[in-house]
Structure formats: C-alpha cells, structure tokens
C-alpha cells in the first residue's frame, strides 16, 4: 500500500504522478471532512440496501451474519446522502 | 551522409518527422503550419508514411489526441500556430504535466487582435511557463535537425518531456533552403526506440493525470520543476551527438564574435541571422560587437548565458512579444533577473522589434542598438513605432 499523500515527498512521485497502484483512494480518509454523523438505527431499517448503493465513500457496508449495516467512520464524509435517500428514516444525521 | 537539396522548410521538417517514423499525427491547419501538416497527410497517404493521421476538428482535439497517443506509448507529432496554441493551451500545460513526450513544431506568429498571420514570438511566450522544453531556430537546416533532437530528447527516459521547436512563421516555414537531409540509416543510429516510463496498456494497469489534493500538488510541481531542469544534459548529449553524426554542432547558447565584444546583443530564431549580417556591419566599422543567439529558451541555460554576457558593457536583448503591463519584455526579464546578481553585470536594454511581421533589417538592428545605448532609463522600448 502507498503512503498517504501528506508523506510522499516530491522524489517519490511517479513520472508525472502517474499511479501505479489501482486502489491508492483508499490511503485517503475522507472521514476527516465530517461535521455531521449518520446515526443508523437498525429497528427502523427495512435493508433496502438503497443507503449502501449511494455512498460515494463506500463507506457503508453490510454484516450479513447481525443482519444490519455498519459504517466505516474513516471514510464517511459526512455528506448526508444516506439520510437523505432513507425511505423509511432509519439514518439521522447528527453533529460530529 | 544525405543529399543537400533545395526545399521548403516546412516540406522539410515534415520529411524529417517521416523519417523518425512517426505512429501518430494530430493536426489542425492554420496559416503559417499548413505546408508541414499538409505534408504528412501526403506522405501517409501515399503509404509511404505508415502513421495514422488524425484530422481533428481543432487544436484543442489536436493536442488531447496527442496526448492519448503518447500515453499508450506512440511516436506523436503535431503543429501549429498562433490561435491554434491558444486554442489548445489548455491541453498543452497537461501534456508537460503528465510527462508526456509530443513533439510540436510551432510555426511562430502574432497573437489577435488585430488578426495577424504573420510572425512574432507572442504565440510562444503565452505557453512559455507551460513546461515544455522550447528550442528556437535559425535556419532551414536548424529546424530540419530539430526534429530529430527532439524526439530522441523527448522520448529520452531520463526526460519524458514534451518538446516545442518555434520556427518563424514565413521568414522560416515558407522559405526554400539548402537543407541536407538525413538517411534512415543515419536516422536509427540516432534515434532509439520509444520506451514509455509508463503506457496506457492492460498488462499493467496505471491511472494518468489524476486528480491532485493540496496535500501533494506542491510536491508533484517540484517534480516536475525538476525534470524540465534534469532534461538540460540529455539535451546537450542529443546535440553533441547530432555534431558526431551530422557535423553541425548546436549549443543551448551560441556565440558570434563575442570574444573581444563590449555591445552584445542577444536573441532568438530567425532575427539572429539578420542579427549576424548587423554584427559584421559593425566589426567593419571597428567596433566591438557580438550576437549572443539564445537556441534553449526552457530549460533556460542559466550558466551559459552568464558566461557568455560575463566581459560586455552593454547587451541588446531583441525581443519579440510584448509583455503587457510588465516591467519587461520576456526574453529581456530573464536576462536582467540572471545577471543581476553578477558582479560585473552589463547595462541591459530592451528593444522589442518584429512584431506581427514587422520586417526588421541589419540596419535596424545597428540603429536599435545606437537608441538602446543613448537611452539612460533603460526603459522597455518597441522600436520602429510611429508616433
Ligand atoms: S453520510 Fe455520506 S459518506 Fe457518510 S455514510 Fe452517509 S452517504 Fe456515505
Ligand atoms: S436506506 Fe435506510 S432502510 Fe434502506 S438499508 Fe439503508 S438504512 Fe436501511
């Protein structure tokens, strides 16, 4: 795995900052970004998976053996498309 | 050795990017390029030329399809003018950024408005911090060289730089020479194969021109800060071994009876031919005159232009691009910014000349130079304009 981008010094960048790694994204933690929080509450779910579609982080993922959804807090942005798309408002979004 | 033959130098300069074997050409034609592109769509037409032509729609699909080309790993020439570069500037500025090796020739002329086909250095200066390396040139022969050196610089992997050779519009690309052409033989001597650092290609997957967070933008400038200088000895070594195949030996910086000078004056492509004819005028006359003829423009051979304006009194810097609303014309801001810190630094006076084909003479020349020295502010002159 790469070095997160705040380590790469400038003689370490490929030949015109090519990437040579599929996947380096991941070095980035965009949870970093976050001033709100989606709350998940699993009574109100109905696993419609819609929340896990429209992640843009993938942050969101599904624990098949509890039956619920869990959130990976490194990559959640915060940007609220979770809650938003909810049909049933099992995500609330709440202050970080 | 080739033949010498009479021939137009655009005609010329696309032979010589035939002969290098080039995979992919991506032109739109504009006055005063058309010759060379309109060449090579001959030559791959006839099938002489095995390369595939790409008539786009405009420069600015001109130069993306360049880029592609030499992202997957192709040989990859165009050309073009004035408009055409502004057009494509956007796409320019990333093809340096990505470390991509295209080969443009730049056929120079005036910026609109008002709408001039004829030749300045105007077109040039807007991508001059673009990151390209940019060679001037001064005759038929020089450009026809060019070429060559300008793949195999680019392509070299210790660069992987795109390269720009600024030839004068008519007073270069319309004009027949005695140009010596170059034979296949000599032609893969001199220039290897194109290996890519990195290609586009699924054996190895790699993503080009990603998006950059300020956490690394700086970093990834610095870098390419650094290549662009790091290509200067590769760019010595290619001429020098130019010099060992052809006899014709080029320099970043050339001299022309400076050895004694006090009055230098110091310019780039084709105005330092007339500038030649000035100097020798005035050697007749006695006095201690030199040409100092600037070939590299980036990487700027810093060193070599200490050097060679170390002894003068007073050098003349042509140029031929106004900067508007700065304190200098271009070519004149970097001499004065490396000499300033010399102790034996010359007066520098700054002459803009040759501006949208303005035709500038030997004579002129001598009489820039007499305005320049009886000028005590040191002031950023255009010459020849009426009042
Ligand atoms: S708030 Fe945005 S980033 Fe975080 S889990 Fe929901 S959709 Fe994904
Ligand atoms: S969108 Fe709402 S109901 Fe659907 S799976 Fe996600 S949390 Fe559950």
Redesign the pocket.
């Known amino acids: 795995m790469t070095k997160p981008m705040d380590q790469i010094g400038w003689r370490e960048i490929d030949a015109g900052a090519v990437i040579t790694e599929p996947g380096n994204a991941s070095c980035y933690h965009t949870g970093t970004w976050r001033s709100q929080k989606p709350k ?1 509450d699993s009574n ?9 579609v ?1 992640c843009p982080d993938a942050a ?1 993922s599904p624990n098949f053996d509890k039956n619920i ?1 869990t959130w990976n807090y490194d990559y959640c942005k915060g940007c609220g498309i ?1 809650a938003y ?7 609330t979004m709440e202050e970080d | 050795m080739g033949r010498k033959v009479g021939v137009e130098v655009s005609i010329a300069a696309a032979d010589a990017v035939g002969l290098c074997d080039v995979d992919v050409v991506a032109a739109y034609p504009i006055t005063p390029q058309t010759h060379v592109v309109e060449h090579l769509s001959e030559l791959c037409a006839s099938g002489s030329l095995d390369a595939e032509f790409v008539p786009v729609e405009s420069e600015h699909s001109a130069m993306s399809v360049c880029c592609g080309s030499a992202a997957a790993g192709a040989r990859t020439f165009t050309a073009t003018s004035s408009q055409g570069l502004a057009l494509m500037a956007e796409i320019v500025f990333i093809a340096s950024s990505m470390r991509l090796p295209i080969v443009m020739f730049l056929a120079n002329r005036a910026l609109s408005s008002p709408l001039s086909i004829w030749n300045d250095h105007s077109d040039t200066m807007m991508v001059r911090d673009s990151g390209w390396i940019q060679v001037f040139c001064e005759n038929g022969q020089e450009v026809y060289d060019a070429v060559f050196h300008a793949f195999r610089v680019a392509e070299d992997a210790r660069v992987s730089l795109p390269v720009m050779i600024n030839v004068d519009g008519f007073n270069l690309t319309h004009v027949i020479e005695p140009i010596e052409f170059w034979t296949k033989d000599m032609t893969q001597k001199y220039l290897p194969e194109f290996k890519p650092i990195h290609r586009l290609y699924p054996d190895k997957v790699v993503t080009m021109g990603a998006f950059g967070m300020p956490e690394i933008y700086t970093e990834a400038k610095m870098a390419q800060n650094d290549a662009l200088l790091k290509s200067f000895p590769v760019i010595k070594q290619g001429w020098n071994e130019l010099a060992d195949l052809t006899g014709r030996k080029y320099s970043p910086v050339e001299m022309y009876k400076t050895e004694d000078a006090e009055t230098i004056i110091l310019g780039m492509g084709s105005i330092c031919e007339t500038a030649t004819l000035a100097v020798d005028q005035m050697r007749d006359q006695g006095k201690k005159a030199g040409l100092v003829k600037l070939r590299l423009w980036r990487p700027l051979p810093v060193d070599d232009i200490k050097k060679a304006l170390a002894g003068a009194k007073d050098v003349l810097v042509l140029d031929r691009a106004v900067s508007f609303g700065a304190a200098n014309a271009p070519v004149t801001s970097e001499i004065r910014a490396i000499m300033y810190h010399e102790s034996n630094r010359p007066n520098i006076h700054n002459v803009i000349a040759g501006l949208g084909g303005r035709d500038v003479t030997p004579d002129h020349i001598i009489e820039m130079l007499e305005m320049a020295l009886a000028d005590k502010t040191r002031g950023y002159n255009i010459f020849g304009v009426r009042s």
Do not use: K, L, N, S
């Open positions: 998940y109100i779910c109905i696993r419609c998976w819609r929340c896990f429209m969101i959804f979770c798309e909810c049909p049933v408002d099992a995500i």
